[in-house]
């Protein structure tokens, strides 16, 4: 059983520029969620996906959208990228069918715009 | 709206000592699940202990304990007998077992274990 991996670790990109943040679920895992987490802060929900559909969104504007593969696996796009958006962004998948399930994160992907 | 709460920044024990982390949430939905999490200085965030809302006991999960007071809306976690290996951030969070399932952290505790 794998875990759930993201790619790329680092990422530094120019601001007004796009990005795409890449995410491997969990094997078995339907349901995967996106967070930002800012230096010092906790974890902010982007948004979730689940059997390819949004199940959800936090307080992000348009520019952040998603895609869920027939595999489970996700992508997450900025547009328009703003200094702002310097943060570690995080993946996690879970079986939605279990509510008690905790979500299990990979590692994350530290983005610097410049 | 969900919201936790971790009123401390920073906490330092002594290894081999216990220490307790803090945790409130104000919610007004009566089915809940709380977590809590370690992030250690490599990023990813490792699952520690879960209580559900309706859970009459206590979760305890080896050295992790959850001292949960539902009327004071409090989940704190208990680390017994720290390791140097404790040492890392510590976030609390919340989901509704309805709706949106999605997270709601706090915003974490830093956890310092001195030899």
């Known amino acids: 059983e794998t875990g759930v991996t993201q790619s790329p670790t680092h990422l530094i990109k120019t601001r007004g520029q796009q990005v795409t943040l890449r995410c491997s679920s969990q094997s078995g895992h339907n349901t995967v969620s996106w967070y930002q987490q800012a230096l010092g802060q906790g974890p902010q929900f982007i948004f979730q996906y689940y059997r390819e559909e949004e199940n959800g969104r936090g307080n992000f504007p348009p520019r952040f959208s998603g895609l869920q593969f027939p595999n489970y696996s996700s992508e997450l796009n900025v547009n328009a990228l703003e200094l702002d958006d310097s943060a570690l962004y995080l993946c996690a998948s879970s079986p939605a069918t279990d509510l008690n399930t905790e979500a299990f994160f990979g590692q994350g992907t530290r983005l610097t715009v410049v | 709206a969900q919201k936790i709460t971790q009123t401390q920044p920073g906490m330092f024990v002594q290894e081999k000592e216990a220490v307790t982390l803090d945790c409130t949430y104000d919610?007004?939905?009566?089915?809940?699940?709380l977590f809590w999490y370690k992030q250690p200085s490599s990023g990813e965030m490792i699952f520690l202990i879960y209580?559900?809302?309706?859970?009459?006991q206590n979760a305890t999960e080896g050295r992790y304990s959850l001292n949960f007071q539902k009327a004071r809306k409090s989940a704190n976690l208990v680390i017994s007998a720290s390791q140097l290996g404790d040492s890392a951030m510590y976030f609390c969070a919340m989901r509704y077992n309805t709706g949106r399932r999605a997270l709601t952290f706090g915003s974490g505790t830093r956890l310092q274990v001195q030899p």
């Open positions: 919610t007004s939905d009566p089915s809940y699940g």
């Open positions: 209580q559900g809302s309706y859970d009459q």
